[in-house]
């Protein structure tokens, strides 16, 4: 098969349509197999890791732009197009949901309630992921981005803990009322743009007036910046995060909320580059005060799910400091952020879920001394939070480099603030790590077994991506590179 | 890599930066259940590491121009990040000494360390360090430097914290960390300033560039100033120094290599590294001079007080590296590199003595382990006199040579307060060392204790007979290696000097002192150092040496003024409650209750009048079907009389 | 009076009938029976202006069969729907059925 065959191949829709399938195929699975089920569903997800993994090396950074391209016409009346493509910045995201699921999958091995059901809910969700990550069409953005929000309700109210119906419910009407802003929004610009296309690139070069610019995009800022976990619509997530299942909270955390700052990327701004200028400002001001706030909130909590939790929220506000800068190296720290904080914070979730496992507690004054009893779990989660901190040659650490000195450039006073933030996070992580891994063994724990290699790999992956692109950082970061460049000089 | 065998100056300079890395990884994934061989692995890896180093020390030591290779690290917009090698005089120095003094105390950590459960993880972090200061040392650019600086940091907190089920020990490791993250916030923002006022981060372009005049000296004074603030956190200066002392929780061959010898000399290495930077900025050296000159005083009043071995030398440490700032700061850029050298081995020297006092009794207390028969292991204590008279400055020791270099330079300096400062400092210098080390040689015993002191003198002997084997050695051989450095080293002075300052013509018109040699003024300061220093010892022995000496202190007369020092000047205090004012009950405190209350609360208080409204209206639901179809029908009936009539 | 106001008379007094019995039985099967009357009502009255009015005699019996069509059906899925409510509540007085009450 030569190499032009094999671009014929829709690879895309291929990873979006081996979700749905293996939802269908799992549906199938008598009740009382869940090994099967697992089985199945571990295939499927390493089928999904394999096809992302080709479409990364595949993309060529050199010729940029759009690669395999999909785009059939759906719904000629509305201007609808099945319109899938891959460029610099989704191909990261492709991958981190392709490795936050398989590695998800790995996790949740022990599950068994009602694991068929679990596993189908899952695929729905991530199908919903990979649906906004690949389309270029603004209609099938949003259908996927609300197939993906609507099985986080049942994911949380079934399989979760900690007041799980609670954080459930915020969750879902704080996700519906940012889709409840992100539909009118969309709407708006079709119809402006005279009702023809939902095409993305076509609405692009139609253009928009300044002043539909400016109300558009503080409708899909604030409805995706939601689900991005911007300060003040932020409090949904901690308390979703603490509710969810160990692999729930790896996806939501580690993708989900990149699908936010992913919107406000390919829709808003790309949209509604005036507008992005107008409200520039207000973002990088709600990003620093996130970037600060989170970290200092998370000095309090003394639940482990709810630290992290904060620490997402001061991440995400990285993400979103450094959309606002509007230059190419603030963007590119932003897209290198969304990719290496989800592998991150997956890696944070799963280390927690083994010890919540075994300990039945994820609260910090009731664990201490866990480095003793089990090593390599609690190394998983001290390399997590290294990371977390910035610790050079993790893969965060250059994201925020590079974040960080756009927005010193572009935003001095914010830029320095949150800089400093970094010092309050170092410390709230390492408290973290302190209280819960170091100190006297602890007698209750005593019996507790480390975690065994299989279920120790998905944690062994994760730590090995985040160390390598701390290492290689081209590798990611031209990909990325090749989409901003041109982005920011059409800006 | 076929590139690999055509250059060996190359090869060395990459076997530096990679292999304690690979060691690290490999006794972290593969070998940890195998202590021996981890330990074979890292203290392989170094020893090639201080071969290649000491070959591209004598290849490239007549090398006309500074070698410089670089790779685009990452790439963003017109902003290249490059990962290289810079090999000049300086850098090589810095290299050879990280590698042998990390040989040395990786070769006595077979002995100190023997047993440890945690062994293999010790050697591995270990590499961690190796491998973060020799890249560091030979960073061609800032950012590297700056990255591997704070890799360097994290290795200092694991290796602080390794003991991590003691409380205290994470406890200081976290506190070094925040602390000298506080510093690295600084350094990061100066960086940031060069950046964006120069655009380049190369440092050959920035000390030319500085010297030239072509950056704006704002940009410069901001830009070293904030750079500073790195060397403040790292090299533990005022007003950021307490973590030092409290980082003597980790392993003793931890603190001669990291918390004395190297890493915490890479604040001072930073600043020669970017001098001429500096030099352009006589502001930023004003700072960096009064800075380094309270750094100095400070520390040493906290070293009277102390009964902790490894205290005194903590606090000499951050004492000693006030000094070389203050060198480096008077203009003395060959006074500092001299005395960060010979400062290295001489501290290593006396932290590895101890470490062998420490492994053999057991205990910290200087008085106890005089009482324990200290003065009976003779090499150790031959040993840690010669690093003690080196550290006070006593002929023919080698930090007799730098120490006078320092006050040479000091003495040039038109503000004679600091040369008053520096030859008050030799002088508390010399009384802090011998005070320890006459509590050693003289131990008191009061009445009650004498039984005991039998007994403790028997084992004392026992341990020292019956730990001469390969355990005792692998800790003697490295101490006896530094005493004799520390005896050679300073009759190096003129080559030393020649080797560095061959690179740097900037800073000859500084140093004239060291050049011009011996004038009458000269002369008339080596003298009054030395007596100075002869005195401070001879003041201790008065004190704790002598027969009829109280071991008292004179400080004992004046309580406020001990309780003062043994405080630390109540800094930590300062910080602790800062801390819990500022962060604990300040903002996380009304950032949380913003979090409940506000931002919750009225998100609860929306979905709760949402569901109150429901509520509210919810009787017109009787529940009954009929009722509904009733109303249905009736409103049927009133459609069709409105529109039927 | 003519022939089809009789039909109609008739046809509107069944309905009335099947109303009256929806609104005031409590008993759930009376209520299914009552609808049957309302349908029924409706039949002739499909039945009676085909054979008065319309053109073509097709179409009202065709709606008339329609009709007795989805009476069955609509017994069938309210006899199950009884059934399922009384094996719950074992009444099958509607009076019982008030969850739904605010």
């Known amino acids: 098969m030569t190499a032009m065959e094999f671009a014929q191949f829709p690879i895309l829709s291929a990873i979006l349509f081996s979700t749905l399938l293996a939802l269908l195929v799992i549906l199938f699975i008598p009740d009382d197999r869940p090994k099967l089920v697992k089985q199945v569903s571990l295939g499927f997800a390493a089928v999904g890791l394999a096809l992302s993994l080709y479409v990364y090396f595949a993309y060529d950074p050199h010729k940029g732009g759009l690669q395999f391209v999909e785009r059939v016409l759906w719904v000629k009346s509305l201007g609808i197009y099945y319109f899938l493509a891959a460029d610099g910045i989704n191909v990261p995201m492709i991958l981190l949901t392709a490795v936050v699921l398989f590695t998800g999958v790995l996790t949740m091995w022990e599950l068994d309630k009602r694991v068929k059901e679990y596993f189908a809910l899952t695929y729905l969700l991530v199908a919903g992921v990979y649906g906004v990550f690949m389309s270029m069409d603004l209609f099938f953005i949003f259908v996927w981005y609300d197939v993906s929000l609507f099985p986080m309700y049942p994911l949380i109210a079934i399989w979760g803990s900690t007041r799980k119906e609670y954080g459930a419910m915020k969750l879902t009407l704080y996700l519906l009322a940012g889709s409840a802003l992100i539909l009118p929004g969309i709407l708006y610009l079709w119809a402006v743009a005279g009702g023809t296309t939902f095409d993305l690139f076509e609405l692009q070069r139609l253009g928009f007036d300044v002043q539909v610019q400016r109300i558009a995009f503080v409708m899909l800022y604030l409805g995706f910046g939601i689900l991005a976990g911007v300060w003040p619509f932020h409090t949904w997530s901690p308390v979703g995060h603490v509710a969810a299942p160990t692999a729930v909270s790896m996806i939501h955390a580690g993708v989900l909320m990149k699908l936010g700052a992913y919107g406000i990327l390919r829709v808003g701004m790309t949209l509604c580059p005036e507008g992005l200028v107008y409200w520039a400002d207000l973002m990088a001001l709600l990003a620093t005060i996130g970037i600060v706030y989170g970290a200092f909130v998370g000095l309090a909590q003394t639940d482990l799910k709810y630290v992290i939790g904060y620490s997402s929220v001061s991440h995400m506000g990285i993400v979103g400091l450094g959309l606002s800068t509007l230059t190419v190296d603030g963007i590119n720290g932003a897209v290198f952020q969304m990719f290496s904080h989800g592998i991150m914070t997956a890696l944070f979730f799963s280390a927690v879920g083994y010890i919540y496992d075994k300990t039945h507690t994820k609260m910090i004054p009731e664990l201490g001394g866990l480095s003793k009893t089990m090593p390599k779990a609690s190394a998983f989660f001290i390399l997590a939070a290294f990371c977390g901190i910035g610790v050079p040659c993790m893969s965060s650490f250059w994201a925020e480099l590079l974040v960080f000195i756009s927005a010193v450039k572009t935003y001095p006073l914010r830029g320095i603030l949150a800089v400093s933030g970094l010092v309050v996070s170092a410390l709230f992580m390492l408290r973290v790590v302190q209280k819960t891994f170091y100190g006297e063994k602890n007698p209750k724990w005593e019996h507790i077994p480390d975690v065994p290699l299989f279920l120790a790999s998905p944690r062994i992956i994760l730590v090995g991506i985040l160390i390598f692109y701390g290492l290689f950082p081209r590798l990611i970061l031209d990909i990325i590179q090749s989409a901003v460049v041109p982005f920011v000089n059409s800006l | ?645 | 009076m003519n022939s089809l106001s009789v039909y109609l008379t008739v046809a509107a007094v069944l309905f009335s009938l099947g109303l009256f019995g929806v609104l005031m039985r409590r008993n759930l099967i009376g209520m299914l029976i009552s609808i049957e009357l309302m349908l029924n009502g409706a039949n002739l009255n499909f039945m009676a202006f085909n054979r008065f009015l319309a053109p073509e005699p097709a179409v009202g019996q065709i709606m008339a069969l329609f009709i007795m069509g989805i009476a069955a059906a609509e017994a069938a899925i309210g006899l199950s729907i009884i059934l399922a409510l009384f094996r719950r509540l074992r009444s099958i007085n509607v009076e019982r059925a008030q969850r739904l009450r605010g």
């Open chain 2, 1 to 645: 890599m076929m590139w690999l065998p055509h250059d060996p100056v190359l090869s060395a300079a990459l076997a530096c930066a990679t292999l304690p890395f690979l060691s690290m990884a490999v006794i972290l994934i593969f070998t940890r259940p195998y202590q021996r061989l981890s330990c074979a692995i890292s203290v392989g890896a170094i020893t090639v590491c201080l071969g290649c180093a000491l070959y591209l020390l004598i290849t490239l030591r007549h090398a006309p121009a500074p070698v410089e290779y670089q790779w685009a690290w990452i790439v963003s917009s017109d902003m290249v990040i490059p990962f290289g090698f810079l090999l000049d005089r300086l850098s090589l120095l810095m290299l050879t000494i990280v590698a042998v003094i990390s040989f040395l105390v990786q070769v006595y950590s077979i002995g100190y360390m023997h047993g440890d459960p945690g062994f293999s993880r010790y050697y591995a972090f270990q590499s961690l360090f190796a491998w973060a200061m020799m890249t560091m040392v030979i960073a061609p650019g800032m950012l590297q430097l700056y990255i591997f600086w704070e890799l360097v940091g994290l290795a200092s907190y694991l290796l602080i914290g390794y003991y991590y089920e003691k409380w205290s020990a994470s406890q200081a490791g976290k506190k070094a960390f925040v602390m000298t993250r506080l510093g690295d916030i600084g350094f990061f923002l100066g960086i940031i300033t060069v950046l964006l006022g120069f655009g380049d981060l190369g440092i050959l372009h920035m000390n030319h560039a500085a010297q030239a005049g072509d950056i704006h000296p704002a940009v410069v004074t901001l830009g070293a100033i904030l750079i500073f603030c790195g060397v403040v956190g790292k090299s533990a200066q005022f007003p950021l120094l307490t973590w030092l002392p409290d980082a003597m929780e980790g392993p003793t061959p931890v603190s001669a290599l990291l918390h004395s010898a190297t890493m915490v000399a890479a604040g001072v290495y930073l600043m020669s590294r970017i001098f001429p930077f500096f030099a352009a900025s006589p502001d930023a050296m004003a700072v960096a001079l009064i800075i380094g000159t309270i750094t100095m005083l400070l520390a040493s009043t906290m070293a009277f007080v102390t009964y902790d071995i490894k205290q005194v030398w903590a606090y000499s440490t951050v004492s000693q590296l006030g000094f070389m700032v203050m060198s480096l700061a008077a203009g003395g850029y060959f006074a500092g590199v001299f005395h960060l050298t010979t400062h290295a081995g001489f501290k290593a020297l006396l932290f590895l003595c101890s470490g062998i006092f420490i492994h053999e009794y057991h205990t910290n207390d200087m008085r106890e382990i005089g009482r324990g028969g200290g003065r009976k292991l003779t090499i150790p204590m031959i040993c840690m006199t010669v690093g003690a008279l080196a550290l006070a400055g006593i002929f023919p020791f080698s930090g007799f040579f730098s120490k006078e270099a320092i006050l040479g330079v000091l003495a040039e300096h038109p503000n004679k307060l600091f040369l008053g400062a520096g030859l008050l400092g030799a002088a508390m210098t010399a009384y802090y060392s011998f005070r320890l080390i006459f509590f050693i040689l003289f131990p008191r015993s009061t009445a009650e204790e004498a039984s005991h002191h039998e007994e403790a003198h028997g084992h004392g002997d026992d341990h020292g007979g019956g730990h001469h084997g390969h355990v005792f050695w692998a800790m003697a051989w490295p101490v006896m290696i530094l005493a004799t450095v520390t005896l050679v080293l300073g009759f190096f002075q003129n080559e030393l000097q020649s080797y560095l300052l061959a690179l740097e013509p900037a800073s000859h018109g500084h140093e004239a002192v060291e050049h011009g040699g011996h004038g009458v003024g000269h002369y008339l300061l080596l003298v009054t150092a030395v007596c100075l220093a002869v005195g401070g010892v001879f003041f201790a022995y008065l004190e704790f040496g002598w027969k009829k000496a109280t071991q008292e202190g004179f400080l004992r007369k004046f309580p406020a003024v001990e309780t003062l020092f043994a405080n630390r000047w109540y800094m930590d205090h300062f910080y602790r409650k800062a801390l819990d004012l500022l962060v604990y009950c300040g903002f996380t405190n009304v950032f949380t209750r913003n979090d409940r209350r506000v931002i919750d609360g009225g998100i609860d208080g929306i979905c709760r009048f949402t569901v109150g409204g429901g509520r509210a209206v919810s009787f017109l639901q009787s529940g009954m079907l009929q009722y509904n179809l009733v109303l249905m029908v009736a409103a049927v009936g009133v459609l069709v009389l409105v529109f039927a009539l």
